[in-house]
Nanobody
Framework: QVQLVESGGGSVQAGGSLRLSCAAS????????MGWFRQAPGKEREGVAS???????TYADSVKGRFAISLDNAKNALYLQMNSLKPEDTAIYYC???????????????????WGQGTQVTVSS
């Protein structure tokens, strides 16, 4: 019954910005973790950012200072504001949910229980 639907991807030039959205349903964000992961062609899925219900946010070193994860509790929506985009940010971005563990949300993909379908982000020079 948990459903995550990403949107907001697209093509942008290097240095530009995009805001990804994840519409979430089927759960109450109380003691959970939500995060963004990405996967580029030929590469493993990697964590981008996570936000817990009670703890602190986590960012991959590669996006610190450029990306910001946020949650709109009223709308059950997760966001990823991506600024100063680089070509290496090109990937399919996935919204993910990890039930419980709402204090610390490491970016370990296999620990997340539910996934969206992904949205493509392409950054060109």
């Amino acid at each position: 019954q948990v459903q995550l639907v990403e949107s907001g991807g697209g093509s942008v030039q290097a240095g530009g910005s995009l805001r990804l959205s994840c519409a979430a349903s089927g759960f109450t964000y109380s003691t959970d973790c939500m995060g963004w992961f990405r996967q580029a062609p030929g590469k493993e899925r990697e964590g981008v950012a996570s936000i817990p219900s009670h703890g602190t946010t986590t960012y991959a070193d590669s996006v610190k200072g450029r990306f910001a994860i946020s949650l709109d509790n009223a709308k059950n929506a997760l966001y990823l504001q991506m600024n100063s985009l680089k070509p290496e940010d090109t990937a399919i971005y996935y919204c993910a949910l990890k039930l419980g563990s709402g204090w610390f949300c490491p970016l370990i993909s296999y620990t997340y229980n539910y996934w969206g379908q992904g949205t493509q982000v392409t950054v060109s020079s």
